[in-house]
């Protein structure tokens, strides 16, 4: 079957760096999102990772190790405003299918 | 602004009542998804339609009945819910169903409370 592992919660310092964690187990591997939901919105999409290695997009990075199944966002230069669920979401299986994470709600404190 | 409008954005209904969900995209995207948000719960994946033809119904009770009469509208028809059907739906859009890179741009959601 497909699963998905990320923490439920952090905290973290305003200007700091965190790391959100996410492991998965999947057959047939297609790709790898990330997304950022704010409480009452809508999720919008942050990175893709199909290929192991670091996608540096300003302040958010994404991480992927097929092998491992494991994948992180990396946060730096925190700001209020990054306070959100952050999901992530594997695409796999013999259909593809894009199977999402819990999410991980992240406070950033002042 | 996400090029995705879901209308209404509240909606509140009695389990006799018939309702519509509506979606339009204006990305000019070939796929189109309703999703189920609960708190405490994964996404969970409703229906796609792929070039206005449905792909994917995951078990889905017959009390939800979706509708796409071309690529940028995507209905979801409510009768006879259950107050546990009380949730965020969420419709998404993106390039086309197959290819794996593209993402997915997603509506701000109807909340449906189910009295």
């Known amino acids: 079957g497909q699963n998905i592992d990320q923490p439920t919660e952090m905290t973290a310092t305003e200007g700091a760096i965190v790391q959100i964690n996410c492991t998965y187990q999947?057959?047939?591997?297609?790709?790898l999102f990330w997304y950022q939901q704010h409480a009452g919105e809508a999720p919008t999409f942050l990175s893709y990772n199909v290929l192991d290695g670091l996608e540096e997009k300003g302040r958010f990075s994404s991480f992927l190790s097929r092998s491992k199944g494991y994948s992180y966002l990396l946060l730096k230069e925190l700001q209020m405003k990054d306070s959100a669920s952050y999901l992530c979401?594997?695409?796999?299986?013999?259909?593809?299918?894009?199977?999402w994470g819990l999410g991980t709600s992240l406070a950033v404190n002042p | 602004e996400t090029g995705v409008t879901q209308t209404p954005r509240h909606l509140v209904m009695g389990m006799t009542n018939k309702k519509s969900l509506k979606c339009e995209q204006h990305?000019?995207?070939?796929?189109m998804y309703w999703y189920k948000q609960s708190a405490k719960k994964p996404l969970e994946l409703m229906f796609v339609?792929?070039?206005?033809?449905?792909?994917e119904n995951n078990s889905v009770p017959s009390r939800f009945s979706p509708e796409c009469p071309n690529s940028s509208h995507l209905f979801l028809h409510l009768h006879t819910l259950q107050p546990e059907d009380s949730a965020l739906y969420l419709c998404?859009?993106?390039?086309?169903?197959?290819?794996?890179?593209?993402?997915?741009?997603f509506g701000p959601g109807t909340r449906l409370t189910v009295t």
């Open positions: 979401a594997v695409r796999g299986g013999n259909n593809r299918k894009l199977i």
């Open positions: 999947t057959s047939g591997f297609n790709g």
């Open positions: 998404a859009s993106s390039q086309d169903q197959a290819s794996g890179r593209y993402e997915q741009y």
């Open positions: 339609y792929n070039f206005k033809e449905q792909t």
């Open positions: 990305l000019g995207h070939n796929a």
